[in-house]
C-alpha cells in the first residue's frame, strides 16, 4: 500500500493507539536507535513537526544465525510482555534509497530472552511501503524482563547499499 509520509506516521500513531507500539526517527525516539560497526544510519527531517526517515546503509555481509548486526530498534521490555504467547505483526515503512539502493534488507524481531523471528528478506520499492513480517512471540510463564529488539541489516551482500526507513510498528494479529 502507498501512502504519503504523513499518512505513514498517521497509521503507525492508529497501531499505537489500538495498543500496539511504533518507533520513528523523530526526537522522541532518539534514545531507542542504536547503531553497529560496518552499518551507516542518516536521519533526515521531512517537516517542521520532527518527523523524518533514516537511510541505512551496511557494509559488511549478513551471517545467517547471528542476530546483532545492523540498525537496531530497542523496544521497552513492556512490549514482549504485552504479547506474551501471541503471534505479532512486525512492519516497516521502507523504501530502497534513490542513490546506491538495496534491493532487499533484512529484518529480526528478538526478544533477548526467549527467541527470535529469525531473518525476514523483505524487498523495497521506490516510494515508502509497509513490508511486515508474522512472529509467534514464545510464551515465557514468569514473564519478560528484556527489552525486546528489530535489527534491521540495509544490504544482506554488505555492498554498502542503503534503504530509508520512516518507520518501524509492531501490533498484535489474531
Not at 504519503?4 to 497501531?15: G, I, K, Y
Not at 545492523?70 to 512486525?90: C, D, H, I, M, T
Amino acid at each position: 500500500m502507498l501512502f504519503r509520509s504523513a499518512e505513514w506516521v498517521s497509521r503507525m500513531n492508529e497501531a499505537v493507539q489500538r495498543g500496539g507500539f511504533a518507533a520513528t526517527f523523530g526526537a522522541e525516539d532518539t534514545h531507542v536507535w542504536k547503531i553497529d560497526e560496518n552499518h551507516q544510519l542518516e536521519r533526515f527531517r521531512l517537516t517542521d513537526a520532527g518527523f523524518g526517515f533514516a537511510r541505512i546503509s551496511s557494509s559488511v555481509a549478513l551471517t545467517p544465525g547471528i542476530v546483532h548486526v545492523g540498525a537496531a530498534l530497542y523496544w521497552p521490555a513492556e512490549v514482549s510482555q504485552k504479547f506474551n504467547g501471541q503471534k505479532v505483526q512486525v512492519g516497516i515503512i521502507a523504501r530502497t534509497a534513490s542513490a546506491n539502493g538495496s534491493p532487499e534488507f533484512g529484518a529480526v524481531f528478538a526478544t533477548r530472552q526467549a527467541g527470535n523471528s529469525g531473518w525476514h528478506f523483505l524487498k523495497p520499492t521506490g516510494d515508502f511501503t509497509l513490508l511486515s513480517f508474522e512472529f509467534q512471540i514464545p510464551p515465557v510463564a514468569e514473564g519478560y524482563t528484556n527489552e525486546p529488539m528489530v535489527m534491521i541489516h540495509a544490504d544482506p551482500k554488505g555492498a554498502g547499499r542503503a534503504i530509508e526507513v520512516l518507520g518501524v510498528m509492531v501490533r498484535a494479529v489474531p
